[in-house]
């Protein structure tokens, strides 16, 4: 349906949505505009979105595991740094943890 088609066919379904009658000249395009609209549309399935959002949290719940072991090691290494550098160099590094 081109621009001017539809902008005819949504002055029609503006007054049908008010309530208002459409002459028997109006209905004809207004009828098969409302089919070639209805047939355009793709309905999905919602269970298909639902099982791509739950795969979508597995997902995101074992990278976030493995950030979070990775952070425990980072953490780790840098106790295991500060150990190993003097009094005076460990205390700026420890202020901005």
């Known amino acids: 349906m081109d621009r001017a088609t539809y902008e005819s066919w949504w002055a029609l379904h503006l007054r049908v949505a008010r309530?208002?009658?459409?002459?028997?000249?109006?209905?004809?395009?207004?009828?098969?505009?409302?089919?070639?609209?209805?047939?355009?549309e793709i309905l999905a399935d919602p269970r298909v979105a639902a099982r791509a959002a739950l795969d979508a949290v597995k997902t995101l719940?074992?990278?976030?595991?493995?950030?979070?072991?990775?952070?425990?090691e980072l953490e780790g290494e840098i106790v295991r740094l500060?150990?190993?550098?003097?009094?005076?160099?460990?205390?700026?590094?420890?202020?901005g943890r």
């Open 61 to 72: 719940e074992e990278e976030q595991g493995r950030l979070r072991t990775r952070k425990a």
């Open 82 to 95: 500060e150990a190993l550098l003097g009094e005076a160099v460990r205390e700026p590094l420890a202020t």
């Open 19 to 40: 309530g208002e009658a459409l002459s028997l000249e109006e209905k004809t395009p207004y009828e098969g505009g409302r089919r070639q609209l209805e047939q355009g």
